[in-house]
């Protein structure tokens, strides 16, 4: 699942990665902390060919197939793994990187401003560090979908955001905060703070790969969620997913895939 997604993403990541290119100088060391199966560290390796890049991860097999991919890729000569947790695996790095990359990742570490500190303390002089987070939430049918209650999508997202806020909450060592990055990076002692957004935009009529992504994504807003909907749109989300529905997203003609996600940078001067 980590895979297709970040395989679909790819034009996202591919747009993020390529303004990198313009902001970083030729790095000698890029870190994907958090990089699951390695999708988008094996994309550095493509963006930055003159770079050895590492797989940072807590689990071993997901850094199996990241490796696999490399090496697939050809891109397995300057591919390295690391397994551990965030932020402190990074104390094992034998050399500082050039570009510290965490998408997605820090908001499951409890303490944000601790880990962001931390992943500053682990950059090279000059160092960029880099995160994806925030951005708009994703998009993938009309308003009004010819049953139920028109805005079905928006009343998802408050439910996600409230379901957000408890993973957050109950992380060890949770700490509260405004998530203001740019400020947060200033405080983990980096300047030169950016942020960028990019945009993901698959219009309909989905590919089958697009379908497959929108209907795991809901299939999962149903697993956690079903018991929290109003009866009239767990029915509505149950046609949707519904195969032998046509008016299901395994069907309908207007499935699509809209997403923005924000990158926040900031380099490390001493």
């Keep these: 699942m980590l895979e297709a997604q970040a395989e679909l993403f790819t034009p996202l990541y591919e747009r993020a990665l390529n303004w990198l290119g313009k ?9 994907d902390a958090g990089s699951g199966p390695g999708v988008v560290t094996c994309l550095f390796a493509e963006t930055f060919p003159g770079a050895r890049v590492m797989a940072v991860d807590s689990s071993g097999p997901l850094l199996d197939r990241a490796r696999e991919r490399a090496e697939r890729l050809g891109y397995g000569d300057r591919f390295d793994t690391l397994t551990g947790e965030l932020p402190g695996v990074l104390g094992e790095l034998d050399y500082p990187a050039d570009l510290l990359w965490a998408g997605r990742s820090l908001h499951h ?8 500190a931390a992943f500053a303390g682990r950059l090279a002089p000059g160092g960029t560090l880099a995160i994806m987070e925030g951005g708009l939430p994703s998009r993938f049918l009309p308003r009004d979908l010819g049953f139920g209650r028109p805005g079905l999508e928006a009343r998802l997202d408050a439910l996600e955001a409230e379901w957000f806020a408890r993973m957050r909450a109950e992380l060890p ?16 002692g980096l300047t030169h703070a950016r942020t960028r957004s990019f945009l993901l935009d698959l219009p309909a009529p989905a590919s089958d790969r697009a379908r497959a992504y929108v209907a795991g994504t809901l299939a999962r807003v149903r697993e956690v969620h079903g018991d929290e909907l109003d009866p009239e749109d767990r029915a509505t989300l149950d046609r949707l997913l519904d195969a032998d529905d046509k008016a299901s ?3 309908r003609s207007d499935v699509f895939v809209l997403a923005a996600h924000s ?8």
């Design 109 to 116: 570490l409890g303490d944000q401003r601790a880990a962001l």
């Design 263 to 270: 990158v926040h940078t900031a380099v490390r001067t001493g």
């Design 173 to 188: 060592g949770s700490v509260g905060e405004v998530e203001d990055w740019p400020t947060l990076l200033s405080g983990a």
């Design 249 to 251: 997203v395994h069907h």
């Design 23 to 31: 902001e970083v100088t030729e790095p000698g060391l890029i870190v």
